[in-house]
């Protein structure tokens, strides 16, 4: 899963908790921050939303807060050192592998490092590092030290290559005296947004998504390629996963981890992309493409280095348009919904609307090039063929892939 930033979990209010999280084994993981009694308000809240919850408490958490605490209100003994042994000696393995979440309130600056560089060195950071699927965190603070380069960079590591996911704290007056950013979440903020996070709404649909460039070999050791960081395509397919669809992940290469709960495809050029796309696509029940295909590619892939003369006279043949041959291969079925990508730089509107019919697909998702590009974030107007355009703010790519995901759930 991708990482991204919730700066809008109170806009998912919540009138009714039961139940919203039936089924849900959530291993809670609380650090040792003052933010750590609130952990004990949202164990109770997850547990009355149906959630199983298996708490591990860090060692310095234990200073905040006792483990009875937490015991008492998750309904199960609480792990805290790595050879404590509550439940038998292999609980760094046995307690991931059972959760389906782990979410860590609060995450405090240290052990957020040590999740950065893959420690191991207590029981919270060895069962953080053996598990595989979605975390989300909260991290609380003292502004300064939330606001350190080292701890920033911790986040985007733990954003970019872990694919982790964070609640950001909040600003006001913390515990230290001082006023900053720092503050953890609420924990009916925590609770909301893993209620939005959990939706199974597009369980049992089948959904293709497409990402990354395609690279086109010249020779060993040069290609031709696009700029694209693949980070909309691998918010759709972790977002569509979460969600409860099928998801099989098509991608160019990236350096991503790929989201938990998808088929991945690896590929690498544009061939390879429209036969991967081919052997899915029948039975999908949309494919959105987000992949940034090499529009041309060298007439022949040369086994020996290019000597630097000839590099300026490369022949050239166009790449197959993928999206337009599944626009062609469904004409007139209502499935699988095809969605495309157009990046543009300029004229977006009449860009996006000929590419939309072009292509015979269902909807198209235009964005500028100075919006989009490698960042978290991005600014889209999606054309349908069938309704009015939606246009969004600057939104994180994760909205953004809720909002793609939407419109096939409609
Ligand atoms: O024509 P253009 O490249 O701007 O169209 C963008 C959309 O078409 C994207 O969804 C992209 O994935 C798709 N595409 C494709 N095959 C190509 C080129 C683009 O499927 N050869």
């Given at each position: 899963m991708r990482f991204h930033d919730f700066h809008d979990t109170t806009r998912f209010g919540m009138t009714d908790n039961i139940n919203t999280l039936k089924?849900?084994?959530?291993?809670?993981?609380?650090?040792?921050?003052?933010?750590?009694?609130k952990s004990a308000e949202l164990c109770r809240l997850l547990v009355k939303a149906g959630a199983t919850v298996?708490?591990?408490?860090?060692?310095?958490?234990?200073?905040?807060?006792?483990?009875?605490?937490?015991?008492?209100?998750?309904?199960?003994?609480?792990?805290?050192?790595?050879?404590?042994?509550?439940?038998?000696?292999?609980?760094?393995?046995?307690?991931?592998?059972?959760?389906?979440?782990?979410?860590?309130?609060?995450?405090?600056?240290?052990?957020?490092?040590?999740?950065?560089?893959?420690?191991a060195c207590d029981l919270i950071s060895s069962i953080t590092l053996a598990f595989d699927g979605p975390v989300i965190a909260a991290p609380a603070m003292n502004t300064n030290m939330y606001n350190n380069p080292a701890t920033q960079r911790n986040l985007k590591t733990l954003r970019d290559a872990h694919g982790w996911q964070f609640i950001e704290p909040n600003a006001g007056e913390l515990a230290c005296g001082?006023?900053?950013?720092?503050?953890?979440?609420?924990?009916?903020?925590?609770?909301?947004?893993?209620?939005?996070?959990?939706?199974?709404?597009?369980?049992?649909?089948?959904?293709?998504?497409t990402a990354g460039p395609t690279v086109e070999d010249i020779d060993p050791v040069r290609y031709i390629s696009n700029r694209s960081s693949?980070?909309?395509g691998y918010a759709i397919a972790s977002r569509a996963a979460i969600r409860g669809a099928h998801v099989i992940l098509i991608s160019g290469p990236v350096s991503l981890t790929p989201p938990a709960g998808c088929n991945v495809v690896q590929v690498?050029?544009?061939?390879?992309?429209?036969?991967?796309?081919?052997?899915?696509?029948?039975?999908?029940d949309a494919i959105i493409m987000c992949a940034a295909v090499a529009d041309y590619r060298p007439a022949t892939v040369s086994r020996e280095k290019v000597k630097k003369?000839?590099?300026?006279?490369?022949?050239?043949?166009?790449n197959p348009d993928i999206l337009a041959g599944l626009g062609q291969k469904y004409k007139g079925q209502t499935k699988p919904m095809l969605i495309g990508f157009a990046l543009e730089t300029e004229n977006i509107e009449t860009n996006a609307t000929q590419k939309?019919?072009?292509?015979?697909?269902?909807?198209?998702?235009?964005?500028?090039?100075?919006?989009?590009?490698?960042?978290?974030?991005?600014?889209?107007?999606?054309?349908?063929k069938n309704g009015n355009p939606i246009q969004t703010d600057v939104i994180p790519k994760l909205q953004l892939a809720d909002l793609v995901l939407n419109l096939i759930h409609q």
């Open positions: 089924g849900m084994h959530i291993l809670l993981g609380v650090t040792g921050g003052i933010a750590a009694y298996q708490v591990v408490m860090s060692e310095s958490a234990c200073e905040f807060i006792t483990p009875l605490t937490m015991e008492t209100l998750s309904g199960r003994p609480v792990p805290v050192r790595m050879f404590g042994r509550t439940r038998g000696p292999l609980e760094h393995i046995d307690l991931p592998t059972e959760a389906d979440i782990m979410v860590v309130a609060p995450a405090t600056a240290d052990y957020l490092a040590r999740c950065a560089t893959g420690r001082t006023t900053g950013k720092g503050r953890m979440a609420e924990p009916s903020q925590i609770l909301a947004t893993l209620q939005r996070l959990v939706k199974t709404d597009l369980s049992g649909m089948t959904i293709v998504v693949g980070k909309t690498r050029s544009a061939l390879e992309m429209a036969s991967a796309v081919d052997a899915h696509s029948d039975g999908a003369p000839q590099l300026s006279h490369i022949e050239l043949v166009p939309l019919k072009q292509k015979g697909i269902d909807a198209i998702v235009s964005n500028l090039a100075s919006d989009a590009l490698e960042g978290d974030h991005t600014r889209v107007t999606v054309y349908l």
